[in-house]
């Protein structure tokens, strides 16, 4: 998934650089159609997300309250899934607000009078 989102945000930085004529509308039409597959596994990630740490969270509360040692390994075994549940995320949230961005950007390609300034 990363490379899937990370070449196609590229894909549209170098569409959006490109001097050469383009059907903005259909471009438009075909971005929307991936900010909401990519919204849609945001979504997803984060109710996993959460769910983990929730996990994570209750299996350190019990530990501190019964101090059983089994729980240990469980503990452990939560951190390694929810780190890299946070960073993949996190590149989820990340890239999906550069894409909010890449469509105002077409948008303004479409209509000038409506620019959006970076930031």
């Known amino acids: 998934m990363k490379k899937r989102i990370l070449a196609y945000l590229d ?9 050469e004529e383009q059907d903005w509308e ?9 900010i909401r597959f990519f919204s849609h596994e945001r979504l997803v ?10 996990c994570t969270v209750m299996c350190i509360l019990a530990f501190v309250i019964s101090s059983a040692m089994m729980l240990l390994p469980l503990i452990v075994m939560l ?15 990340n890239s999906v607000q550069k894409m909010y961005q890449q469509y105002d950007e077409m948008i303004g390609k479409i209509h000038p009078y409506f620019s959006m300034k970076k930031g």
């Open 45 to 54: 990630h984060l109710i996993v997300f959460v769910l983990v740490a929730l």
């Open 11 to 19: 894909y549209i930085d170098r569409m959006l650089q490109c001097d």
């Open 26 to 34: 259909k471009q438009v039409a075909l971005h929307l159609d991936q």
């Open 79 to 93: 951190f390694v899934l929810l780190i890299p549940y946070c960073m993949h995320y996190y590149l989820l949230e």
